[in-house]
């Protein structure tokens, strides 16, 4: 089949060169002319595990091109995934869809024959509608179907979530779509995906459903953590415990930082106003939203107490800044607020993350990028180990680190506290 993303970020790029993969011609679009020219040259724009070696594999096969021409790019194609990005509206109540709405305009001058048009990026419901609304302003109703199809991959493990799915999400009720579609994705059915046909607006919410729920559930471990801090009980055992309850599951139980990414934080609050819109209270989700928020407040009030108040001057050292592990991606990681609270209170950062220097602090004083995670230690007062990553799981601090009397913040919980202990080394986790 010929497909066309636009939008070559996270999600376009790894499910059109998925798809692509799976023997479609693809057309990865984007406006930015860089991100094409690089990806073009064999420069990937994002860190995805396997992403570099599946996008030369198919480029190579003519199978996968990039462009900038989205008009010429929709006319060329039968298929059609809008993925471009849906952040939070500048005054935080709910989905900017302006990159969304644009692409609407811009698509349905180059629509001439049948095109089913489809909605990855996560949309607030009802925004299918709209779509509609604006390409049939300009185009006969005939001409063209809009579908959502929510996308569920994580970063990280983009490339085996999209390959195997537990769910494919399809929303229309127009049978001739729906058979188009089942036919695009049975190569994943076939490998046990489950594929959902429902209503446009149900697939719209169950994207939001689904990872408020997830927010949920860390935001739920990460409060029971603060109560184990003071009743001397590890929070990895509760963990453990509730996590083998089929009905609960151990994913995203894990106490931790604050959740973050690009799309927990901006997820919860799109669902929010449009309930709010509806006149219906998801004070469920409110209060999440609200406890992550206070999430990182908690932890460097933590920092604070580990260093008896004693900040100014002090050398901290962070392994890992990006939100969560295998992914470079900084949006709303709680690194961006810790790191430059920090430093108003007078400490020096260091900090070493596997996918390398980040410009979010490159403007700040007293912080320091190291190449390795020697040199990001070896001073160090105080190590937080921000966020999990392979690399930080079994480092000899005591041999590493000059500084005799220094201390480690496991905001991970990666290491066992009791060999901390034997190791005499003084360790901090998080709910314990
Ligand atoms: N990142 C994830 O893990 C993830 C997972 C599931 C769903 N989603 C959803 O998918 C959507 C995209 O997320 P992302 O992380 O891939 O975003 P992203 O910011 O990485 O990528 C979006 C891309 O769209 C491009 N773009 C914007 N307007 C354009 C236009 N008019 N023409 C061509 N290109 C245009 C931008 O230049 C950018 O490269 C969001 O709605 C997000 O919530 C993201």
Redesign the pocket.
Known sequence: MKLCM?????????SGVCFSDLGNDVIC????KR?VEDLKNGII??YEPGLDELVLKNYNNKRLKFS?D?KDSVSRSDIIFI?????TKKNGDG?DLS??F??AK?IRSSISKFKIIIT????PVTTGDEIEKIISQKISKKLFSVISN??????GE?IRDFTYPDRVVIGTMDKKSNKILKNLYSPLISKGAKYVNTSRRAAELI?YASNAFLATKITFINELANLCEKIDVNIEDISIGMGLDKRIGGRFLRAGPAYG???FP??TKAIAATADKYHTNLSVIKSVIKSNENRSLLLLKRVEDILKNKIKNKKICFLGVTFKAN?D?M?DSSSLLMIPSLIKKGAKINYFDPTGEKNNFKKLKNVKYSENINSAIKESDLIIIHTEWNDFKSINFKNKVQNKKFIIFDMRNIYSSKKMKKLKIKYFGVGC
């Open positions: 636009i939008g070559t970020g996270y999600v376009g790029l790894v679009v984007d406006r930015d991100k724009p994002i900038t989205l993925c471009v990005g849906t952040p989905a990159q969304i644009n692409v811009e990855k990026s996560t949309v929510p996308e569920f991959l994580r970063e983009a994207k990414g690009s799309c901006k997820d992914t991606d949006r």
